[in-house]
């Protein structure tokens, strides 16, 4: 009896030393910040993947957790201001934002910067003065919009792989971003597209992203002196209001070719409006990228879409969050470029379900650890 109690006691202690040990004596738990401006569409597909970056370093031995703090009404900047706030009490070991107002939120990032915590900002590439951020992991949002308008030119009638004018040899696993489409367009007649009605949904108006991706839009397709631009309406980014804004371009518009929506929830939006209103023959494009709208791509109900790399964000965010938790800021780049680029039905399946994404070495991570 003595020998059995003295096995199941060596069972134990053996089961307690290994549930002490499966993420390393030497290796404690990092807990990463999620603040995003909202917590639906775009912002959930990065909470997912920053989720299975997560998993992913539990299983290869590191213990992550994410603690996301967000509020659904993106135009109230005052709730990322107090998520960050919160964040930064629960003492998280990386923060990572994106902000809906870089300048409203400067003064809580600089709280997080004062109190030690690393931060690393998604959805946007561009230095922002007054902000500390040991990475940033994004795109340019004004080369997003002109990727954008070039997909649309390219419904409209010029070359390319979307509408009927020449097509182009693209092969489906070749990023058509913003220098393949100015390859493709090095000689294009503008003028060759004539009596094309197009109107924009846009996001939060003055708002920086916004303001970007107008920028980038107008200057490739104001180059086409026969695409008149009949209405420039704001959304906010939400999908209850794309359908508003898109109803409202719909009744005053009754003779309308195209749509093209600023943002993935936006472009929803009006994917809805057309269909409600019996308008289904309207050319539609949007950016941003989510499983739902690269569904939309594949039925045919919105033609293109502008990756903004949502699981770029979450993968390689927490890849980073965990490094600058332990102590290896130096192996994080200054920058991450998602590079914008078009997804169409016939190259749909590179993004989701399965997008690709490189393996995270976290064994590397484990290697350099100090305590």
């Keep these: 009896m003595k020998k059995m109690s003295a096995l199941f006691l060596s069972v134990a202690l053996v089961l307690a030393l290994a549930a002490t040990c499966s993420f390393g004596a030497d290796l404690p738990k990092v807990r ?3 603040a995003p401006p909202n917590i639906t569409g775009v912002f959930k597909t990065a909470t997912d993947f920053m989720e299975k970056a997560a998993a992913d370093a539990k299983a290869n031995g590191i213990d992550v957790e994410v603690i996301t703090r967000a509020e659904p009404d993106e135009t109230q900047v005052q709730n990322q201001v107090n998520a960050l706030e919160n964040l930064v009490q629960l003492k998280v070991d990386c923060i990572i934002c994106s902000p809906g107002d870089a300048e409203a939120i400067k003064p809580a990032l600089q709280t997080a910067t004062d109190a030690g915590i690393p931060i690393i900002l998604v959805n946007m590439l561009e230095p922002q003065e007054g902000i500390t951020a040991a990475s940033y992991i994004g795109f340019d949002n004004q080369m997003a919009g002109s990727v954008s308008a070039y997909a649309l030119l390219d419904a409209l009638g010029g070359p390319g792989v979307l509408g009927d004018g020449e097509k182009v040899d693209v092969p489906v696993d070749a990023y058509l971003d913003l220098a393949k489409w100015e390859e493709i367009y090095a000689n294009f007649d503008y003028s060759s597209i004539k009596d094309k009605k197009v109107a924009i949904v846009e996001g939060i108006a003055g708002n920086f992203y916004s303001n970007a991706r107008l920028k980038g839009f107008h200057e490739v397709i104001d180059k086409a002196a026969g695409i008149k631009i009949t209405a420039t309406l704001p959304a906010d980014w939400d999908r209850q209001k794309g359908i508003a804004a898109t109803e409202n371009i719909l009744q005053s518009n009754a003779e309308l070719d195209a749509i093209w929506s600023a943002s993935n929830e936006m472009g929803i939006g009006s994917s809805i409006a057309c269909e409600n209103l019996g308008r289904t023959g309207i050319i539609l494009t949007t950016n941003d990228g989510t499983p739902e709208s690269i569904d939309l791509i594949r039925e045919g109900k919105l033609m293109a879409e502008t990756w903004h790399g949502f699981p770029e964000w979450g993968w390689y965010g927490t890849y980073f969050a965990v490094q ?48």
């Design 32 to 34: 990463i910040g999620w």
């Design 324 to 371: 600058l938790a332990y102590g290896q800021g130096a192996d994080v780049p200054p920058t991450f470029d998602v590079r914008p680029r078009t997804a169409y039905k016939a190259n749909a399946d590179n993004f989701y379900p399965n997008t690709k994404l490189e393996k995270l070495d976290w064994d590397s991570i484990k290697a350099k650890y100090k305590k």
